[in-house]
């Protein structure tokens, strides 16, 4: 590890562990998982391109041919497991530290690793909303070899309950979204660019009501130089444990 990144982490802890801290998580946290990101290489998507499979007007135009695709997704994403950076953000929850954890990731892998305040600003794949009757069904109960699955309760058309392009973000998960940047002290922003409204604004909204933004990216961002204070360089997985362990040394002092 460079001096360098020691005393970032240091500072950071120092910060973050007074508590009331909200992280905003994006693909790059689940990248270890086995999820690839949209726009990054190998996986599914070099195989469909998101935009054509996850697109809502595709969806309605042909359900049974985004199912054959959605499907190989959803069970990807079904096997996945929580990384050391779910994990540890799960154990700063349990610590009290973090308040509220924002993810623009539909993987459900915050949840899987224990975390219960999470914002899914995308929807989960975790779950399937029948578009007839809105009920809610977990993905485990739907037989997937029945290409589109119809509704158990009207016989209707269920979707991954995910936002597809050409969908809104679900009003109350934006609405808490922003309630949480502008009330807490501190933001973790973890795997995520910055780049795609309407996260993008969520650093910004923070700092605005000044809170210290703190930025975990292999690279730096379009975030790092216009609302970041503290900016780790890394991988989620592997800067994530480190974090932890300097919050928890802080801590304890
Ligand atoms: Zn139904």
Redesign the pocket.
């Known amino acids: 590890m460079s001096d360098h990144l020691k005393l970032e982490l240091k500072k950071a802890a120092n910060k973050l562990a007074q508590g009331s801290l909200t992280v905003l998580s994006g693909a790059g946290i689940s990248v270890a998982s086995g999820i690839r990101p949209f726009r990054g290489k190998g996986g599914l998507w070099e195989k469909y391109d998101p935009e054509v499979v996850v697109n809502i007007d595709n969806f309605h135009r042909s359900p049974g041919d985004s199912w054959k695709m959605l499907r190989e997704i959803v069970e990807v994403i079904a096997e996945a497991n929580p990384n050391p950076a779910h994990l540890a953000v799960n154990v700063l929850e349990r610590m009290g530290i973090v308040r509220s954890i924002i993810t623009q990731n539909v993987d459900g892998l915050h949840q899987k690793a224990g975390s219960s305040n999470v914002i899914e600003f995308h929807g989960s794949t975790s779950r399937v909303i029948?578009l007839?009757?809105?009920?809610i069904f977990p993905i485990a109960e739907v037989d997937l070899e029945l290409i589109p699955p119809p509704?158990f309760?009207?016989?209707?058309l269920l979707k991954p309950d995910a936002v597809f392009f050409g969908e809104a973000i679900p009003p109350a998960a934006l609405l808490r979204a922003h309630v949480e940047s502008q009330q807490c002290d501190s933001m973790l922003v973890i795997g995520t660019s910055g780049m795609v409204e309407p996260a993008a604004s969520l650093p910004a909204m923070a700092r605005n009501s000044g809170a210290l933004i703190v930025e975990v990216n292999p690279e730096p961002s379009w975030l790092t130089t216009t609302s970041v204070d503290i900016f780790l360089q890394g991988n989620a997985e592997e800067i994530m444990p480190l974090l932890l362990a300097e919050i928890k040394k802080t801590a304890e002092q």
């Open positions: 029948c007839d009757c809105s009920a509704c309760n009207c016989g209707g």
